[in-house]
């Protein structure tokens, strides 16, 4: 399969389907967010609010170019956690308005779900399975409990669960998420770690023909790398993962990996710049579905174009409670994006919008991390029981992905926690290994 990450417009297969998620997205939002906050309650989480789109259009929900049915779970919920995680709600419907929106990553995953940047490249949409959808809603009350009592979470930031449906089609569910990655850093390179070595290994091979593709767990221990962290970054980093891995333990899941995106700073940003045509790396080879790298996608980074005005105008539109108008091109940026992506307050975005790494001592080191754990809605469920039967049958049974929870849990902390140091300790560890 061919890897091509294009930009969505109205040429596009999925065009379509892309236009309706963002309609969707913008009338449910603008709606929500017009009215007064209020704290949640209980009914909240169950909440499913229907609208029906079409030329026409009615007092509730304004004409739309295609006919198509839009769900909004937990309206409520979501507005508060992106509260939570200090989303500006101008700035959210503003990355996910206009026209060409979305760049959509090409061929999908193992899972089969599918990828879209916003235009700005600060959230991700991805489509997700019923059964992801079903647990969601199931376990949103934990999570959101969780992101209460820990703003630092590690875990994906959900912003949002939707369903469209188009005449005729069939249901699609998606969440609307971060982007762990930054739009104005270079991401040298990206590792996906699950604490497994059982087929967690990315053909060194093929680096030359893709050299930013997602490597795994077995290419870190053979680059023998470190989070190199030190001491106090370091406890803060593994306190806060502990935490969360409770959770996901906790709630039956697994299958979720630890993304680490490595921006080296003696590189620096060679092919970052505004307003170039960002080549994030090169599809054309063989993509085998394990090498899914929704990363690898043709961008555009856009101009900076009367981002104000427009900010303005839509922090006017929300407190008027007007509707926002639809199907708008739009090509302007939030100002945010202008000003780097540090998120102030927040422990792990807190240099550059990332995790810098730290000598021993203390004093800065030479990488900065963009990390966060990811595709934490897999419940160990029937499938994977299944999964882990049968491969146990052929491999160590400690070493296959498809661990329950618990273990699947144990077995990431230890592999995170092993090798989280700074160079320095490395390079001790490594001494008195070679000593023995
Ligand atoms: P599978 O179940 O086969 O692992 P999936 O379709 O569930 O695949 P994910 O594991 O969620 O997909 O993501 C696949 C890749 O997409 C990751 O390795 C990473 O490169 C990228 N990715 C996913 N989520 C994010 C995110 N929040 N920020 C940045 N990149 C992401
Ligand atoms: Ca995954
Ligand atoms: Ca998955």
């Known amino acids: ?97 206009g026209k060409y929106i979305l760049s959509e990553l090409g061929s999908p995953g193992k899972s089969g779900s599918f990828f879209y940047f916003s235009r700005d490249y600060k959230y991700i949409i991805k489509t997700i399975h019923h059964a992801e959808h079903k647990f969601l809603r199931k376990i949103l009350k934990d999570y959101y409990q969780h992101v209460k009592d820990n703003p630092n979470t590690l875990l994906s930031q959900f912003y949002g669960l939707h369903r469209v449906k188009m005449p005729y089609g069939r249901k699609i569910h998606f969440v609307v998420m971060n982007n762990l990655f930054p739009p104005h850093r270079d991401i040298h390179q990206t590792f996906d770690l699950k604490g497994s070595t059982i087929g967690r290994d990315y053909r060194e091979d093929d680096l ?15 680059r023998k790398r470190h989070l190199e962290l030190g001491i106090q970054k370091k406890r803060l980093f593994l306190a806060q993962l502990l935490k969360d891995v409770r959770l996901l333990q906790r709630l039956q899941i697994m299958d979720y990996s630890l993304l680490i995106g490595i921006h080296d700073l003696e590189k620096g940003n060679e092919e970052n710049l505004r307003g170039k045509t960002l080549r994030v790396f090169n599809p054309g080879g063989n993509n085998t579905s394990d090498d899914f790298d929704p990363h690898s996608v043709l961008m555009r980074t856009p101009s900076k174009l009367e981002n104000q005005r427009k900010a303005r105008e839509l922090r006017q539109m929300i407190q008027s409670e007007k509707p926002v108008p639809m199907g708008e091109t739009s090509n302007m940026m939030p100002e945010e994006l202008e000003e780097g992506q540090s998120r102030p307050g927040f422990i792990f975005n807190q240099d550059d919008g990332g995790f810098r790494a730290t000598h021993e001592d203390n004093t800065p080191g030479e990488e900065i991390y963009y990390l966060g754990v990811i ?38 902390i230890n592999f995170i926690s092993n090798v989280t140091m700074s160079q320095e300790e490395a390079f001790r560890a490594a001494q008195e290994r070679d000593a023995r």
């Open 208 to 222: 030359e023909t893709n050299p930013r593709a997602t490597l795994k767990d077995l290419n870190w221990l053979r």
């Open 1 to 97: 399969r061919v890897l091509v990450g294009t930009k969505v417009d109205e040429s596009h297969a999925n065009w379509v389907i892309a236009y309706n998620m963002l309609t969707g997205i913008r009338v449910a939002v603008s709606r929500t967010n017009a009215k007064l906050d209020r704290a949640l309650t209980d009914a909240d989480f169950d909440v499913k609010q229907k609208s029906t789109f079409d030329i026409a259009g009615n007092e509730l929900v304004p004409s739309a170019k295609y006919d198509f049915k839009f769900k909004d779970y937990a309206p409520w919920v979501f507005r508060h956690l992106r509260a939570l995680f200090r989303l500006d709600p101008a700035d959210y419907l503003m990355s996910l308005t």
């Open 375 to 412: 595709d934490c809605l897999t419940h160990y469920g029937i499938i994977k029981k299944i999964e882990h039967f049968w491969k146990g049958l052929s491999s160590d049974r400690s070493q296959i992905s498809a661990l329950p929870p618990h273990e699947y849990g144990e077995r990431f």
